[in-house]
């Protein structure tokens, strides 16, 4: 790893821990080569070797080593082992469905209470979507160094994942009948298992893992998984608390903290999410409301970091100027070259600087 990237390292521990002045990071996102660009598709659903996989994962690793080095920014390049939202609901049994542009996703295995009671929770090296990404990992490990970060792959909290195996509609019905909601909390409880399973053999295997899957900016290793909690959008906090709060609260327990990205219109979620104990890191995506509305619960030192990505220059300059004192932010721009990415950075850090947290 370069003297660069390790100062970088330091940078964005900084920013994470919420020790000294490091309150601000910018990482130019390089562009990635999408799993459905892949001649073979997704490695998880494939009977090749996972070696045909290892030219892809160098080349996005390159694209963004290359990118890093060249413009100055706050990246740690990251070979990242990306994947669709399907593993974890495929390793129940779902059938994965394939587009031709896009990513491969689960396709709902149960209509009804009794079929997902019958449902077992799977052991993880008797899944292909889960087993071959340890596969693809060691083989990265052993092709492009030892020392290489690894990203992880997609991370589905085990509620998100109940509800790709549950057909939605009844799933979210399901939720408000008494005669079923145990059902969904134990379709949920085994979700969640499964989940974790992974995590801790995954993490037992590949400790030079950043937890960040989304928006893939390196984070330290020793933080806690950071899930996608994207269903939550739908439902109030009374139903979130009993179905979902619970499987946070554990994960962060257990790994001592939890970094969460939402791409749903849940900011009437936000007081539930304060209730995570070391909640460390958000990726919010952009809703009908902006990017305001985090400020209103999430500004300060005591606030996750906001990773932030697909936002406009425009976003990002409101959010840093509007911010109370203390707040952190990462923000990854993704750009198409690497003068675009210079072009940013300049312009981004004039701004910066003019703030208070600065």
Not at 46 to 56: D, E, F, H, R
Not at 184 to 208: D, H, I, N, Q, T
Not at 210 to 229: D, F, Y
Not at 320 to 337: C, D, L, Q
Request: net charge negative; charged share 20%.
């Amino acid at each position: 790893m370069s003297t660069a990237f390790s100062r970088n390292e330091i940078h964005l521990r900084k920013i994470y821990s919420g020790e000294g002045e490091a309150k601000l990071g910018f990482v130019c996102g390089a562009p990635a080569i999408g799993i459905a660009e892949h001649p073979d598709y997704d490695f998880t659903i494939s009977s090749k070797p996972v070696t045909a996989w290892l030219p892809w994962l160098a080349e996005n690793y390159r694209r963004e080593v290359e990118m890093s080095t060249a413009t100055g920014d706050d990246g740690v390049p990251t070979v990242k082992l990306s994947t669709g939202t399907h593993i974890y609901a495929a390793a129940f049994g779902c059938k994965v469905h394939c587009y031709d542009d896009n990513n491969p996703c689960a396709v709902p295995l149960v209509d009804s209470a009794e079929a997902a009671d019958r449902l077992e929770m799977p052991d993880i090296w008797s899944c292909p979507t889960l087993y071959r990404i340890f596969e693809l990992a060691e083989a990265a490990r052993k092709e492009l160094g030892q020392d290489v970060w690894l990203g992880p792959p997609d991370m589905q909290s085990g509620f998100d994942t109940a509800a790709l195996i549950w057909d939605k509609s009844s799933f979210l019905c399901a939720m408000l009948d008494e005669r079923e909601q145990g059902a969904v909390e134990r379709l949920v409880a085994k979700c969640a298992g499964l989940f974790k399973s992974f995590l801790l053999a995954f993490r037992r295997e590949f400790p030079r893992c950043q937890p960040c899957h989304c928006p893939g900016v390196w984070a330290p290793p020793e933080l806690g998984p950071w899930l996608s909690n994207d269903e939550c959008g739908a439902f109030g906090p009374a139903l979130f608390e009993r179905f979902c709060l619970p499987e946070l609260v554990d994960l962060s327990t257990i790994f001592g903290s939890l970094g969460m990205h939402c791409c749903a219109a849940a900011e009437h979620q936000f007081g539930s999410f304060r209730k995570i104990p070391n909640f460390y890191g958000f990726n919010r995506v952009k809703s009908k409301q902006g990017y305001l509305p985090l400020l209103e619960h999430f500004g300060g030192p005591e606030a996750p970091v906001h990773v932030l990505c697909w936002l406009s220059e425009e976003e990002e300059a409101e959010l840093m100027r509007a911010a109370p004192e203390g707040t952190r932010f990462i923000f990854k721009h993704t750009v198409s070259s690497i003068d675009e990415g210079k072009a940013w950075l300049e312009r981004i850090q004039a701004v910066a600087s003019s703030t208070i947290l600065s």
